[in-house]
């Protein structure tokens, strides 16, 4: 039984996002990328994360990405935020993600899993309980996240990259 084989989560690349670029982080755990997020962290300590982990750097600062070497590293030149995790992915090649979107905590970077509702009650507004029914809880920080205004604007968010990242239609 291996025809499942390589819709590989393992394969896809995981990210380690210099200081700067706190919405690229966050863009890419959205979409379903390991992006943990090097605030504060001097370069030094940047650069030996990224080895020891084997994460590809993602900077806007040129004297870094010098100091990265031949570690995997993406240097940055988009200034706008919403437009920058699309530079990353087209400069490596990439698309979706093979965990898919929603597959991991947008704050802490954990896996999120399905929750039960009776799980989820104590961690949600009462209301929410009545109208929501599928709830996804991170394993590492606890943050719970249910359909509602807030994940339909983060659905409307990885439409808009995904759907960048497609060739442009041809006249039909
Ligand atoms: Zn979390």
Redesign the pocket.
């Known amino acids: 039984m291996t025809h499942a084989a390589p819709t590989d989560e393992a394969a896809a690349p995981r990210f380690l996002v210099d200081g700067m670029l706190g919405n690229v982080a966050r863009d890419l755990r959205l979409l379903g990328y390991d992006a943990i997020f090097g605030e504060q962290l001097p370069d030094p300590e940047l650069l030996h994360l990224a080895q020891n982990q084997g994460r590809v750097l993602l900077t806007r600062d040129r004297a870094l990405a010098r100091r990265a070497r031949d570690l995997p590293c993406v240097l940055l030149t988009e200034n706008a935020p919403r437009r920058q995790v699309l530079e990353v992915l087209s400069s490596l090649g990439l698309g979706p993600s093979p965990a898919g979107p929603f597959s991991r905590?947008?704050?802490?970077?954990?896996r999120l899993v399905e929750l039960p509702a009776e799980d989820a009650a104590s961690a949600v507004p009462d209301h929410v309980t009545v109208t929501a029914h599928n709830f996804l809880g991170?394993?590492?920080?606890?943050?719970v996240y249910w359909p509602g205004t807030h994940r339909t604007r983060l659905q409307e968010r990885v439409r808009e990259v995904l759907g960048a990242l497609l060739p442009p239609r041809g006249p039909v």
């Open positions: 905590c947008l704050a802490c970077n954990g991170c394993r590492d920080c606890g943050r």
